[in-house]
Every structure is written in structure tokens, then in C-alpha cells.
T-cell receptor, first 116, second 111 residues
Framework: GQQLNQSPQSMFIQEGEDVSMNCTSSSIFNTWLWYKQEPGEGPVLLIALYKAGELTSNGRLTAQFGITRKDSFLNISASIPSDVGIYFCAGRAPNAGGTSYGKLTFGQGTILTVHP | SQTIHQWPATLVQPVGSPLSLECTVEGTSNPNLYWYRQAAGRGLQLLFYSVGIGQISSEVPQNLSASRPQDRQFILSSKKLLLSDSGFYLC??????????FGPGTRLTVT
């Protein structure tokens, strides 16, 4: 099945710095999603991308759907302490039939720590 | 607006005991429903998904089972828990095959 490589695995930054993380796949996806999870809670959807080359922003967050359809990037500008958490990418492969309908493949997450 | 509930929030169970976790969704009809397990705060493993009442697909062979007795209810069960069943269990829903929305999760500790 598909696998997503998410990097970096963790980041330690100072408040105010910009953050970049990415996910790559060996196969194409037709949807990319980015989630944030805080300790003890479920992941929250941040940004959804549906077209190759698409660039979408949500406040200080910007994500892009790679042109090759095999990667996606998430940038956070001017980080603040409440940005801490685990960020996950997730991709949906082209529907290969009923058994793959709606299924997402998740990256292993990027742990973000922001020092005040 | 749609909301998703999971209970209990936390659970401590002895090895060999049964398990029942419940997930309900409000504000939508005929959603796709999913059960995930997350170990050590990293990586979500899809366990089961359902596209309708009584329709369950299993992703990995395991000690768990799932059922969907009603349109917006999804249950995760086990007859006898193993130590390896410990983890953070997440339920999610989607209306299409695109965005999935997660519940608050259940922290299960098997002792």
C-alpha cells in the first residue's frame, strides 16, 4: 500500500520563527490534508488540498499540493506557543475500487515545540 | 453543524476483559465512519471503516471487531483484551471520500 514520509520528525523553534514541513509519497494522491493534534485530543483538520499546484492558506498556515501529486508542504509563519502539537499529513489515493473508498494514508507526524 | 462524540474518554481494563467503545455522529446522514488506533502519540493506524449500516471493512487482522448498528453509531469491541490493545482510539467521520473529522478519542490502558 501507499506510504507517506513526513519530515522532519520533530522541530524545536523559537517563537516568531517560520516553520516548514513536508510529506512525500512514492505514488500519487488526489487529495492532501493537514491536521494538528494536541496532547490527549483528536486531530483537527487545518487545510485540505484537491488540485495539483493548489496553494491554500488558513491564517498563518499555508499548504501546497505538489505539482507531481506525490508531495505536499505546510508552512507556519511567525510561530507562537500555541502552535505546539503534532502535525500530520494525510493523502487520499485515486479510487482503486470500493475497497479504497474514503481511506486516507497518514504520515508519522511532525512534533513541533515552540520556545517563548 | 456536525459533532462527533466518543466515550468513554479514558478506560483501564485488565487483560482478558471485554471492550466496548462507542462513537456517535450528529448533524449528518449516512456518513462514512472510521476507527483508528494511535500508539505513543504517533502514527494513525486505520482499523475499520464503514460506508453504511452493517457494512464493516477491516484493515488489519487483530483482536478487535467493529459494528454499525445505526446510521450514526459505530462501536469497537473485543471479547478478550490483550496488553497490545492499549492505545488511543479515534473515531472519524466523513460525508464524502475526502475530509475526515475526528472525535476526541478514548485512551485505553490494558493492565
Amino acid at each position: 500500500g501507499q506510504q507517506l514520509n513526513q519530515s522532519p520528525q520533530s522541530m524545536f523553534i523559537q517563537e516568531g520563527e517560520d516553520v516548514s514541513m513536508n510529506c512525500t509519497s512514492s505514488s500519487i494522491f488526489n487529495t492532501w490534508l493537514w491536521y494538528k493534534q494536541e496532547p490527549g485530543e483528536g486531530p483537527v483538520l487545518l487545510i485540505a488540498l484537491y488540485k495539483a499546484g493548489e496553494l491554500t492558506s488558513n491564517g498563518r498556515l499555508t499548504a501546497q499540493f505538489g505539482i507531481t501529486r506525490k508531495d505536499s508542504f505546510l508552512n507556519i509563519s511567525a510561530s507562537i506557543p500555541s502552535d505546539v502539537g503534532i502535525y500530520f499529513c494525510a493523502g487520499r489515493a485515486p479510487n482503486a475500487g470500493g475497497t479504497s473508498y474514503g481511506k486516507l494514508t497518514f504520515g508519522q507526524g511532525t512534533i513541533l515545540t515552540v520556545h517563548p | 453543524s456536525q459533532t462527533i462524540h466518543q466515550w468513554p474518554a479514558t478506560l483501564v481494563q485488565p487483560v482478558g476483559s471485554p471492550l466496548s467503545l462507542e462513537c456517535t455522529v450528529e448533524g449528518t446522514s449516512n456518513p462514512n465512519l472510521y476507527w483508528y488506533r494511535q500508539a505513543a502519540g504517533r502514527g494513525l493506524q486505520l482499523l475499520f471503516y464503514s460506508v453504511g449500516i452493517g457494512q464493516i471493512s477491516s484493515e488489519v487482522p487483530q483482536n478487535l471487531s467493529a459494528s454499525r448498528p445505526q446510521d450514526r453509531q459505530f462501536i469497537l469491541s473485543s471479547k478478550k483484551l490483550l496488553l497490545s490493545d492499549s492505545g488511543f482510539y479515534l473515531c472519524a467521520w466523513s460525508e464524502t471520500s475526502y475530509e475526515q473529522y475526528f472525535g476526541p478519542g478514548t485512551r485505553l490502558t490494558v493492565t
